[in-house]
């Protein structure tokens, strides 16, 4: 089953082209990966389909249900604004920075959008949430504040406040790059439990060994198009994309 | 020297200069949170307003706006305001413009990620501003807003050029008529009684929301 697909995007910001007909498709329990050097448009795709974005053109649809297409001029139509906060529920983001709400502990981070959103009870959305923070190895920390736990933690947190909205997909921004290179481990470890668990994600990374590791399937983006996609062996081994060659010989490097 | 009129009739004052403080808090800082969001449109037949609206009552005088409401509004507006009401509807405009540009500030302040969170997470704007950015802002701008607190209760003080007997009224009163120095004293004590409690209040607020960064 189909969760994504996006056709043809396109994406400018005043006059610079950023996305430039990017096609990208996910189906269920699917991992995907998407490198490619700074700048050429990887978050831009992840906020388009997260709709902190909008496109210029193309098509998005997400579990069957289409966000936005074409008219006939070749011009973006998105869905009715409750279309759009429906399919909305259906995705997750896990930022670069977490972006925990620092007022909320702990706890209330994970259970406020289960109780407002998806008016669950508080009883419900607790336990919900106690159970995803003993996955994310963070059983002690429920009534801590944000500002007292380490980055990892805290993405930590921001993974489970994701996951308590069950989401079809869940989108990660770079999950690591924030934190110190002892800390990313934590963070991999508990991505990969979750694609064990056959949770279709989409990830962009710098993390090449992660992304051959646990990836299905990884897109190269450079530029606002995509390069190459393919299997991890393909891309990572195989490639004769000279782009491709050029971009991974800078991580072997180091 | 009668001292018990003198406190009585201070202390009578005093209860107009806390009504004064009272009404424009409970107003303005509602009507500070609507113009600040005003003040933030991107629409210009509300951003222009307002912002005109907020230069006319931080660029002119309050002294100025009190006259204005009670002298002027019924040759304008064919209706006269009674000296109280009008002292309020000056210090509630004055006073929201003021704490609309601090709303502002806090509110500005709040890093773009905080709405992005809410928006993938499903919460209507609504909720958004009013149980993540709010609460946030008002950490922020508690400084600010001690400071403004502290300003008005001094500021009802202003509310004599219409003829409202306020606690600095009625010790100008006494000691023009008598030569004495106490009711200065007393009035001094006074404020300073009030501002004491107001600080405290937001040593408290802030110590309270001391607990996250
Ligand atoms: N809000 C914006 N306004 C103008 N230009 C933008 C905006 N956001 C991104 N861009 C530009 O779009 C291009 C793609 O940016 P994007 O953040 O998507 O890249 P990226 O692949 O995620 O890079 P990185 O690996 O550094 O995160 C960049 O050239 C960037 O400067
Ligand atoms: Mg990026």
């Known amino acids: 089953m189909q969760i994504l697909s996006a056709k043809n995007i396109k994406k400018s910001y005043d006059g610079t082209q950023v996305l430039n007909g990017i096609s990208i498709e996910i189906n269920k329990g699917e991992v995907l990966a998407i490198i490619g050097p700074s700048g050429s448009g990887k978050s831009t795709f992840l906020r388009c389909v997260t709709q902190l974005e909008t496109v210029d053109s193309g098509e998005i649809t997400i579990c069957g249900e289409t966000l936005v297409k074409n008219d006939a001029a070749g011009k973006a139509v998105y869905s009715d604004r409750a279309s759009c906060v429906k399919i909305g529920l259906h995705i997750g983001l896990v930022f670069q920075n977490f972006n925990l709400f620092p007022h909320f502990s702990v706890l209330q981070n994970i259970t406020e959008a289960p109780i407002r959103v998806l008016n669950k009870s508080k009883e419900e959305a607790e336990i919900t949430a106690l159970a995803l923070l003993k996955k994310m190895d963070l059983s002690d920390k429920a009534n801590a504040y944000p500002c007292q736990l380490s980055g990892g933690q805290q993405q930590r947190v921001s993974i489970a406040r994701a996951l308590a909205m069950n989401p079809d997909i869940l989108f990660f921004d770079e999950p690591t790059s924030a934190l110190d290179p002892e800390l990313t481990g934590e963070i991999l470890k508990v991505i990969r439990s979750l694609a064990s668990e056959r949770m279709t994600m989409a990830v962009v990374t710098h993390e090449m060994k992660f992304a051959r590791d646990v990836a299905d399937y990884v897109v190269f983006m450079d530029n606002g198009t995509i390069i190459e996609q393919g299997r991890p062996e393909q891309i990572f081994e195989n490639t004769q994309n000279e782009r491709t060659k050029a971009f991974l010989s800078r991580f072997n490097e180091d | ?213």
């Open chain 2, 1 to 213: 020297m009668n001292y018990q009129m003198l406190l009585t009739q201070m202390l009578e004052a005093t209860l107009m200069s806390l009504r004064i403080f009272f009404v424009t808090l409970i107003f303005s800082l509602p009507l500070g949170l609507l113009v600040a969001k005003g003040r933030m449109s991107k629409i210009a037949v509300i951003n222009l307003p307002v912002r005109l609206y907020i230069l006319l009552m931080r660029g002119t005088p309050l002294m100025l706006q009190l006259l204005f409401f009670f002298y002027a509004f019924k040759p304008l507006f064919g209706i006269q305001l009674d000296r109280v009401l009008a002292a309020e509807v000056a210090f509630v405009l004055n006073y929201a413009a003021y704490f609309a540009e601090i709303f502002r500030g806090g509110i500005e302040g709040i890093p773009r990620g905080q709405y992005e969170a809410a928006k993938v997470l499903g919460f209507t704007r609504k909720q958004t501003f009013f149980r993540i950015i709010l609460p946030q802002v008002i950490k922020h701008i508690i400084p600010p807003m001690g400071n403004e607190f502290i300003t008005l209760v001094k500021d009802t003080s202003l509310a004599q050029v219409i003829g409202i007997v306020e606690l600095l009224k009625v010790t100008s009163n006494w000691v023009s008529s008598a030569v004495e120095m106490t009711p200065l004293v007393i009035a001094g004590a006074f404020y300073l009684i009030m501002n004491g409690i107001v600080t405290r209040c937001f040593t408290i607020a802030e110590k309270r929301l001391d607990y996250y960064r």
